[in-house]
């Protein structure tokens, strides 16, 4: 719209007033006019210079890459072709919908003035404020939709204002370019499905009056459906859900009935897995262990050194990372013990006497194929000396020993078996003093020294001892039902036997040929003391066992358990010239 012959100037006190309580400052009559319709109607105006317009044409456009734009607050901009700008012949005079350029501003001078109003897309002019950091009253109403049948009356009420306050005269008609006109929207209430979201009984009356209350059609299709026809005013009203919480709104919000949410719980159940991987854990915290959790990245230098710790093949590469964290975070680590090393490094850097951890977690290998392979391991630590305690020597050291009684806390704990196998191959452990573990005949793991090789590289103690298994296969190993047994009816009857044998037997081998030979009536035998000295002749070492002798339906007598005592001492004599120890 065209308004020719205006005088620009100060605003009346009554509109400054007006401005000036809801913020706004007073520039001169037309734009404070501009600015006082869009608080009122809430649809954004803009007044340009008709003689500062090149060609006498206003256009709205794409802007143009690099195209220079300069706003009324001074702001200089370099446009691109996403933005929507309102342009002359030559040049953009303003960022639709955001703000108008200085270039075409109303001034003193100003005699002609064109009267822009629009309904600009709301998506397009947020991302134009936000790409260029300008914010404005104008783009605050279009981010969130202006009424689009208000436009030509929000216009026709500051033209009328412009000719009372700032005289001029209106040309006849206006361009109007509206290329899709929206039609009426109308949207389906059900008033059973409003009672059922609401958990209300609300009459069909009472819902009419409060929709009537928004300026909103309502006309009756049936006894439980209402038309509802929704004005231009009101554009997010666009589904039945919208009208009912209009309409609780105006009920009141403290009149819905509060109930609790009905809804039928399951119980947790663990998978057999979960509940291996809470045991153990609590059976080795118990223990005097502490759990630790390290980084899945380690350096490749580290991961070479234990990359033989479950790979099928000793030669295979570990698995690096295209796009690492940092150059000491280059692979996937083959396996815990590095993270596990660099705590216990902390640790005794901080004065710790003794490291005992142990950590869950996945290592990541190659298969015999070279394809990627992903296993949950369990992984344990200790080094260091033990602490004050009347059952261990001051000042000892843990040995290799220590961490087996663990070990064999742990397998008990999974109702399993582990089978060791010695001559274990591993360039980190000491291959004296390391065995393989297998379970159901298949590699589940190791038990060892660490090697004095990474011992000094690493300035550890002397002694560290750790152990790493492949939890994922003692899952599958084990047991599918626990089977119990009754608690026994007998007492049992206790047996010691101290015996010397070359170093080269294993107390594993003793306790097997003391398990075959004691029969039925031989329920446990434990190894409680191993002697090795001065006092023992030289290539000897001292066994001692306890055995427990027991049957299901009597008391057994001196008389039945003699026997087999000697058959046992017999099959030790003959088969590992064990000789009893005086």
């Known amino acids: 719209m065209v308004i020719e012959n205006i005088k620009p100037g100060p605003s009346p006190k009554w509109l400054v007033d007006r401005l000036t309580a809801i913020g706004l400052r007073s520039v001169n009559n037309v734009v404070d006019i501009t600015n006082f319709v869009l608080m009122e109607y809430g649809q954004p105006l803009h007044a340009f210079d008709k003689d500062s317009l090149e060609g006498s044409s206003i256009t709205v456009r794409r802007g143009k890459a690099s195209e220079a734009f300069t706003g009324i607050d001074g702001s200089d901009l370099k446009l691109d072709q996403d933005t929507l700008v309102i342009a002359d012949a030559t040049k953009a005079v303003a960022l639709a919908g955001i703000m108008g350029g200085a270039n075409s501003q109303v001034t003193e001078s100003t005699r002609h003035i064109i009267l822009e109003s629009a309904s600009f897309n709301s998506v397009m002019v947020r991302k134009g404020s936000k790409k260029y950091g300008v914010r404005s009253d104008s783009s605050i109403r279009f981010e969130r ?338 089977q119990f047994s009754p608690l026994p009816r007998f007492p049992e009857i206790y047996r010691d036997i101290s015996i010397l044998v070359d170093k080269a037997v294993t107390a594993g081998q003793v306790i097997d040929k003391i398990n075959q030979a004691g029969g039925s009536l031989l329920k446990k035998a434990e190894l409680y003391d191993h002697f090795e000295g001065n006092k023992i002749q030289e290539g000897k070492k001292s066994l001692t066992y306890a055995l427990a002798f027991q049957s299901s339906d009597r008391t057994l007598a001196d008389e039945e358990v003699n026997p087999v005592f000697e058959k046992i001492v017999k099959t030790l004599s003959s088969q590992l010239g064990a000789m009893l120890r005086e």
Not at 201 to 219: G, K, P, Q, Y
């Open 145 to 482: 939709g202006v009424d689009i049948q208000g436009v030509v009356s929000a216009q026709a009420r500051a033209a009328l204002l412009i000719r009372k306050l700032a005289g001029g005269t209106i040309r006849k008609g206006r361009i109007d370019i509206y290329p899709t006109p929206q039609p009426a929207r109308n949207v389906l209430l059900r008033i059973p499905r409003l009672n059922e979201v609401l958990g209300s009984s609300l009459s069909t009356d009472r819902i009419e009056d409060c929709l009537s209350r928004l300026a909103l059609n309502v006309s009756t299709i049936d006894d439980e459906t209402f038309d509802v026809e929704i004005p231009s005013t009101r554009p997010f009203l666009t589904r039945e859900i919208d009208l009912i919480e209009e309409v609780v709104r105006l009920n009141g919000f403290d009149k819905v009935r509060v109930t609790s949410p009905s809804a039928r719980i399951s119980p947790v159940r663990y998978t057999q897995k979960q509940s291996a991987v809470c045991g153990v854990k609590s059976l080795l915290s118990g223990m005097g262990f502490s759990e630790v959790i390290t980084y899945s990245f380690i350096d490749e230098a580290g991961a070479k050194k234990f990359q033989s710790a479950f790979s099928p093949t000793v030669q295979a590469d570990a698995i690096s990372l295209n796009n690492p964290i940092s150059t000491d975070m280059g692979v996937m680590r083959p396996s815990l013990l590095p993270g596990l090393i660099q705590s216990a490094i902390r640790n005794f850097s901080k004065g710790q006497k003794h490291v005992k951890i142990f950590e869950f977690g996945n290592v990541f290998i190659r298969g015999k194929q070279g394809e990627r392979e992903e296993r949950m391991v369990v992984s344990a630590f200790v080094s260091g000396v033990h602490g004050n305690n009347i059952w261990e020597q001051t000042g000892k050291s843990y040995d290799y020993f220590d961490l087996k009684g663990s070990l064999d806390s742990v397998v008990r704990c999974l109702k399993l078996k582990l089978i060791e196998q010695p001559g274990l191959e591993r360039s980190f452990l000491l291959k004296s003093r390391s065995v393989g573990l297998t379970v159901d005949a298949q590699d589940c793991g190791f038990l060892g020294e660490l090697s004095p090789r990474i011992v000094r590289q690493y300035e550890l103690p002397r002694h560290c001892v750790v152990f790493e298994l492949d939890f994922d296969r003692l899952v599958h190993a084990l047991p599918k039902q626990a």
